[in-house]
Structures are given as C-alpha cells and as structure tokens.
C-alpha cells in the first residue's frame, strides 16, 4: 500500500527589511508580499531601537542595505542571528570592497550583493539563502577562497616586538601589525584600540609605505619574513 504524500504546504520563510529608504523599504516590501514562500515580519529603518525591535520578532532572514549597514554597531549581526538557530542574512546594494565582504562572512551574513544586483537577483538570493545555500559575488568569492587559505598561516604570525622596532614601527604601529596578522578588519582594529577607522586607515597605509609593501597582508608578511630570518 502506497504512503500518502505530506500534502501541507511548506512554511513561508518570515523576512525582516533594515533599509535606510522609505521608497526602498515600500517596494522591498510590496516585491516579497506578492511571493507566496514569504512573508514580510517587518520593515525597518536603523535606529538605536533597532536592535531591540528585531530581536523581539519572529523571522528567518534579514535583509540590510548598504547604508544600513554601514551604520550597524560591531556585532550587531552577529548578534541577532545567534538568538535563534537557523537565522540568516543578507547585505545587499554593497560595495565591491574585499575588506567589507569579509567582514560581513565573519558577521555571519549568508548572501552579499553589489549595487548593481537588480530585483530579480534579488529575489533569487533570497530563495537560495533560504534553501540553505550562500550567494555572494564570483568577483569576490576569490578573496574568500584566499582569506581561509591564509588564516591558519597568519594566525601563526606573532610579530617580534624587537623586530619591529628595528624596521622603525611605532609602538601603535607594532599593536596594528599584531593585529593585521589575526585578519582583523580596519573596524575591529579600531574598536580594540579605541581608534577611529580614519585613523587605523591612516595608520596602515603608513605602515604599509614604510615597509614598502603593497597591501597590508604583504606589510604583516615582511614582517615575519624578518622575524624568520632573524631566527636562523
């Protein structure tokens, strides 16, 4: 005897908007009501409450726009996702910035969309993060593929104090290449430090022209190709 199908329909996934424009957060909307696999929990704009008001809510996956979310605390993400199991989220209209991109992974973000992403991309990110995949950029994935190779290797690249004095780094300079080692992003180095991310930034290309290096990846690697050679 044959078993009956489960004919019930599939749970529609529940989405929250954090969209800085009114226009856009209308249309983001009004574009996912009309689908029926989701339903629109809430549309905000960032606020001090924000973070309050989502919290409280029951959804699956938040969607934040570029200008939101380059107003988000440290850890907001991250945060918000770990309240619940099987949260998710995506960035969209961003930036073609490695720097950001990673950071978001580290967030925890599953999807990462340029400007140029049109509804219909969209529409299918969403349907494919909430399939349990991760969209983001081939242009970009590159630098994700390159980042995990090299973590285990940086995370060994302890910079010898004594070392860096010799290449002429100030002490400041020496705290920023330890932490450029660990992959830490110019926002994490300057909430560690209790810097502004202007100054770590300037701080970094600094560092970067005095070693002659042309990224900060190579500034960290000159470093500890010193300290290596420094060792036998």
């Known amino acids: 005897m044959k078993v009956a199908k489960d004919s019930r329909p599939a749970m529609p996934c529940k989405l929250i908007f954090l969209i ?9 909307t009004e574009l ?15 606020s001090e409450t924000a973070y309050k008001q989502a919290a409280a809510l029951d959804w699956d996956l938040l969607l934040i726009d570029q200008p939101s979310a380059a ?32 950071e978001g992974v580290r967030c925890g973000v599953s999807g990462y969309l340029l400007g140029d992403a ?7 990110a969403v349907k494919r993060v909430c399939a349990g995949e991760a969209v ?10 390159e980042f995990v ?20 780094l100030t002490p400041r300079q020496q705290q920023l290449v330890a932490l450029l080692a660990r992959g830490s992003t110019n926002k994490e ?11 770590v930034k300037n ?25 290596f050679a420094a060792t036998i």
């Open 136 to 145: 983001c950029p081939p242009v970009l994935c590159r630098h994700l593929f």
């Open 189 to 199: 180095i300057a909430a560690s430090l209790h810097l502004s991310e202007f100054t």
């Open 118 to 124: 049109s509804a219909k991309d969209i529409m299918a």
């Open 20 to 28: 800085e424009n009114r226009m856009l957060r209308e249309a983001m």
């Open 203 to 227: 701080h970094v290309h600094r560092i970067m022209r005095q070693l002659n290096a042309q990224s900060r990846h190579a500034a960290v690697q000159t470093v500890c190709e010193h300290s």
């Open 71 to 102: 107003a988000l605390p440290q850890n907001f993400i991250a945060d918000l996702l770990s309240l619940a199991g099987g949260r998710k989220a995506i960035l969209f209209g961003m930036e073609h910035d490695p720097e950001i991109f990673l």
């Open 32 to 46: 996912f009501q009309r689908q029926p696999e989701f339903s629109v929990t809430s549309s905000l704009r960032y």
């Open 149 to 168: 190779a090299r973590a285990p290797r940086d995370s060994a690249m302890v910079p010898n104090q004594r070392l860096c004095m010799k290449l002429g």
